[in-house]
């Protein structure tokens, strides 16, 4: 029971930090950053 | 254009939303009762495996769904997945993740009531000196919308009306405004008082306020492990399809809160963190506070009688309000207020989530603004949950948590694993799970996702239709194939309902049981009309974009 009890909290725990400690990614402000072409409906690759 | 222009305010936010959309009532009130009723502590192990391999992969698949089809634009299931391939009938099955979340909605607000409701009993002393059976009574006296305590004429409708026009409001305020907000007290506020609960559930000693088991032998009742049990189907039936409800997958709903994602962002570290802190609501708060408490203080044998009788809603509401008085008058109403609380903001939660999906296609395909497409869904859900009010006896609020909140589920996640792993197809959908992470995805993922979560997920369709008689796999398939009657095929043809009113005698049962087969067959038209009517409106949206040229 407590190491299933404690094998949840720590990976919510450790997921948790990862996200607080994660630097925001800057916003994209290049053309070349934006420059994806994602098709539509593409067909399947 | 498209008048929908939100976005999420911050990325914790954006967690605790999709945590609070997966953690409901039935973390504390269904995976207990499940664990008792599957092994215990053995149960645990089918059901973390089929998170690792079910669960996780379906929020990895249900979330970069969701950013893919904002990138378009599309903030409802049945665009975000037309994007996803030319053939034209995919958008009619992304139809499941509007219809579901409506359905849902209208029996789980009725639900989220009671919760609200009680905690107003709580806060008033309502409990304060009732037996066990007295706080029973109160349970069937409100849902049979009997004499209010507190003088409100149809109070039980009063809660309803009261749940519904706060939800309404809050979804109207915006994503960030609202429910990003609400998220942000809400699960805190959860956590809070599961942790003083779950503290209380772990310190009961045997002759103190008149408890006769230590906690230790309810949490030992929990946990301890029936190998025996480990090799059944239907325990690993059961793991699966307790994965699927604690998640809130197969819904719609995470698609469309993924959608409002910027598409550079991180989906899969965002996924993992919001689907592991449900698993600690779970695993950890759940286990913790409704089987230790009411086995501390009614013992092994009166709980297991309780919970085949009742089921986990029925001990939540019926006997712990009856437990938390033996902690005193003061303490008993801090726990009620506490408990009932907890289960509001797990609701209440959940409930914003099943809001946004229409909400979304509103915007994106009929330009509305957010408010009247808001207040639509509301009045979408009065009027469809009030027959879960007015004939909840008559097995209506039953029918509509089968049908949406079950089927419903399972079909449209085996549908979305094979559209993502093979229509769209595995290279691209890996790329879509692994573009912007900000944790490595483990590379065997590709190989659970195109193969493993399919076959889980179909197993546990056929398993669902074809249940053997008492769940007995090994004896069906030697001794011929007798169907469950929990099965679906059994259920379609209302085989329980039709043996009881071939058996009865009394005629007031009769009368009681073909009303009831009346409401059920009533019920199930009323779900398959408005499923058909959300088809014609996405037929509409689509001519429409097709006239426009945006398709």
């Known amino acids: ?45 | 254009m498209s008048a929908n222009k939100e976005s999420w305010g911050s990325r914790v936010g954006l967690i605790l939303a999709m945590a609070g959309n997966a953690v409901g009532l039935g973390n504390f009130l269904r995976f207990p009762v499940q664990a008792v009723q599957n092994g215990g502590g053995a149960f645990i192990i089918p059901y973390l495996i089929c998170f690792l391999v079910m669960g996780i992969p379906l929020l990895w698949i249900e979330w970069s769904m969701g950013r893919f089809g904002g990138k378009f634009g599309h903030h409802s299931t049945p665009f975000i997945v037309d994007t996803m391939h030319k053939n034209r009938l995919w958008k009619y099955i992304g139809v499941f993740g509007i219809w579901t979340n409506i359905a849902v909605a209208s029996y789980y607000c009725y639900l989220e009531s009671w919760t609200l409701s009680y905690v107003f009993h709580s806060l008033g002393g309502t409990f304060s000196g009732l037996d066990q059976i007295g706080v029973s009574n109160f349970f069937d006296e409100y849902v049979s919308l009997g004499e209010s305590t507190f003088g409100i004429p149809y109070e039980p409708i009063f809660f309803f009306v009261i749940c519904l026009l706060l939800n309404t409001w809050i979804l109207s305020q915006g994503l960030a405004k609202g429910v990003e907000r609400v998220a942000k007290i809400g699960m805190p506020l959860l956590i809070v008082f599961g942790m003083f609960l779950a503290y209380k559930g772990f310190t009961i000693t045997a002759g103190e306020n008149g408890a006769i088991n230590d906690s230790s032998v309810g949490l030992n009742f929990l946990w301890t492990p029936n190998f025996d049990e480990l090799w059944s189907p239907t325990v690993w039936l059961a793991a699966a399809g307790q994965i699927f409800f604690t998640l809130s997958v197969g819904m719609g709903t995470i698609h469309c809160y993924a959608s409002y994602v910027r598409s550079k962002d991180d989906i899969a570290l965002n996924a993992m963190s919001a689907g592991w802190m449900n698993e600690f609501v779970e695993v950890v708060l759940g286990a913790s506070i409704l089987i230790p408490i009411s086995i501390g203080y009614l013992g092994i044998d009166g709980v297991v009688d309780l919970v085949n009788k009742q089921g986990g809603l029925g001990l939540g509401f019926r006997t712990l309000p009856y437990l938390f008085y033996q902690w005193g008058d003061v303490l008993g109403a801090v726990a009620g207020v506490m408990w009932f609380g907890l289960l509001f903001f797990a609701g209440i939660t959940s409930s914003l989530a099943m809001g946004t999906p229409w909400i979304g296609f509103l915007q994106d395909e009929f330009n509305w603004r957010r408010r009247p497409a808001a207040w639509s869904f509301g009045l979408i859900v009065l009027v469809l949950g009030m027959p879960t009010v007015l004939f909840f006896k008559y097995g209506v609020f039953d029918e509509y948590d089968y049908w949406a909140g079950t089927v419903s589920l399972v079909v449209f996640a085996l549908f979305e694993s094979i559209l993502f792993a093979w229509v769209f197809g595995m290279n691209k959908g890996w790329r879509e799970i692994t573009s912007g992470a900000d944790i490595k995805v483990p590379g065997i993922y590709k190989f659970i996702i195109k193969f493993v979560t399919p076959l889980l997920l179909l197993w546990v369709f056929i398993g669902s239709l074809i249940t053997p008689k008492g769940g007995d796999w090994a004896g069906a398939l030697s001794n011929g194939w007798e169907l469950d009657d929990s099965s679906i095929i059994n259920k379609i043809k209302n085989s329980n309902l039709k043996r009881q009113l071939a058996e009865a005698t009394d005629p007031a049962v009769i009368e009681q049981l073909q009303d009831t087969l009346f409401f059920v067959n009533a019920s199930r038209i009323l779900l398959v009309v408005v499923f058909l009517s959300i088809a014609a409106l996405v037929y509409i949206a689509y001519k429409k974009r097709v006239r426009e040229g945006r398709i």
Request: proline share 11%.
């Open chain 1, 1 to 45: 029971m407590l190491s299933t009890m404690l094998l949840v909290t720590g990976a919510m725990g450790y997921f948790f930090y990862r996200v607080l400690n994660t630097p925001p990614k800057p916003e994209p402000d290049s053309f070349l950053d934006n420059d994806d072409e994602i098709e539509r409906q593409a067909p399947r690759a």
